[in-house]
């Protein structure tokens, strides 16, 4: 009875993952996915990390009972606190909702689901370009998906003009999803004042905003910096949806370790929109796992292990910021034809080179490093032993 099913294609980003572990050269090289590596190229688990696991084993008195159906009650505590400040009126007067999801994405997927059931427009607008799952994720709960310009192909920046002029035609109302920093895939984010003249318009025509959080501390390398444009957001008064992801900045990939917030106007709306998302996350999983969470939330609640954490996070962040500027020197030393500042310019984990699928097709083929075909390169895989074979690669590809 399934004979009829076509083979799907491999998801854009994952699929690069599945296309290099194939692969049997010494050299191959994986950019693709969004994961941080170490200067020898492996992956990290941060001490602290380590530390709260082993706390958590020693603790004879853990169970391994169901968490509630909005999670574990000192998480989302915790993590309102970090996104939205501890001194956050909208916290201390209880207007904040907050629901323990399945990293980023499920915390956008919750969320998406709850607009789809209670709000009474229908349209979200996206980033053009944006994070490949977005579309989906919002599509498929039954929300109409629009885009607005965001990345100006020419200046390798940010299409301002043309991001207010598309949200300024948007419907009154509308949701409109918003990077909270290190924009995915592009690199490049509004600076405060752009960030201020967004705010504006969008309240000013009741757009609703729905900010993606995955790179939290990953940017800057400072926690309250990068949630900057959601606090000022947060500051007027008004609504806000927040999707967080500890995934990069605690690097928790696998424990599946997110939150949904959303910012109401009183605590007695908060109470009821947290009741609705209880129904939302019932039939889907129930109630999420206890693991990753509990990590968290020793880390967000012990002065000492929050401190040692900001130090991890902040020199992922550093590193990553010196192999930008390691390939931008590799590539002038090269004398690589074309203006590559926007290596250095960009912000976080990519960097959206401007090569286009034809290149990156020629670098995979002849040396063997994978990315999307995009041309957008995860800069937190690279390492000072990779950066010459890189840009070597780049060179090749935009001489031949
Ligand atoms: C990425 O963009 O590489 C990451 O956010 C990982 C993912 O799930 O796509």
């Known amino acids: 009875v399934f004979d009829h099913v076509v083979r799907a294609p491999e998801d854009p980003i994952l699929g690069v993952t599945v296309a290099y572990n194939k692969d049997a050269s010494p050299v191959k090289l994986n950019l693709g996915v969004g994961a941080y590596r170490t200067e020898e190229g492996k992956p990290l688990v941060l001490n602290v990390v380590r530390r709260a696991e082993q706390m958590l084993v020693n603790n004879s008195s853990r169970v391994k009972e169901y968490l509630p159906i909005v999670g574990l009650a000192d998480f989302n505590k915790l993590s309102a606190k970090l996104i939205l400040g501890a001194d956050s009126p909208a916290v201390q007067e209880n207007r904040v909702t907050t629901v323990q999801c399945l990293s980023g994405t499920g915390s956008l997927r919750v969320g998406a689901e709850f607009l789809a059931r209670h709000y009474h427009q229908r349209t979200i607008y996206i980033p053009q370009p944006t994070w490949g799952n977005h579309l989906k994720i919002f599509g498929l709960a039954g929300l109409s998906v629009k885009t607005y310009r965001y990345f100006c192909p020419s200046t390798r920046g940010l299409n301002f003009q043309g991001l207010l ?20 895939p592009t690199g490049v984010d509004p600076t405060p004042q752009q960030w201020e003249q967004i705010r504006q318009l969008m309240r000013s025509k009741a757009l609703l905003p729905f900010f993606d959080s995955a790179y939290q501390g990953f940017a800057s390398g400072n926690l309250d910096i990068d949630a900057q444009p959601i606090r000022m957001f947060v500051a007027d008064g008004g609504e806000c949806f927040v999707a967080q992801s500890y995934a990069k900045n605690m690097g928790l990939y696998g424990e599946r370790v997110g939150a949904l917030s959303i910012v109401c106007r009183s605590a007695d709306v908060a109470s009821r929109v947290e009741s609705q998302l209880k129904l939302v996350i019932r039939p889907m999983y129930s109630n999420p796992p206890i693991h990753g969470a509990s990590i968290v939330a020793m880390i967000l609640k012990d002065r000492n292990m929050f401190q040692e954490w900001t130090i991890e996070l902040k020199a992922m962040a550093d590193r990553i910021i010196s192999m930008r500027q390691k390939l931008f020197d590799a590539l002038r030393s090269r004398g690589t034809p074309g203006d590559w500042s926007h290596i250095i310019k960009q912000i976080g984990m990519f960097t959206f080179t401007g090569l286009n699928s034809e290149q990156v097709a020629f670098m995979t083929k002849e040396y063997h490093i994978y990315m999307t075909s995009d041309g957008r390169i995860s800069m937190a895989g690279l390492s000072s032993r990779t950066v010459p074979h890189l840009a070597d690669a780049i060179h090749a590809a935009v001489t031949r």
């Open 165 to 184: 002029e598309d949200l300024g035609s948007a419907p009154s109302g509308a949701i409109v999803l918003l990077h909270a920093c290190a924009h995915n």
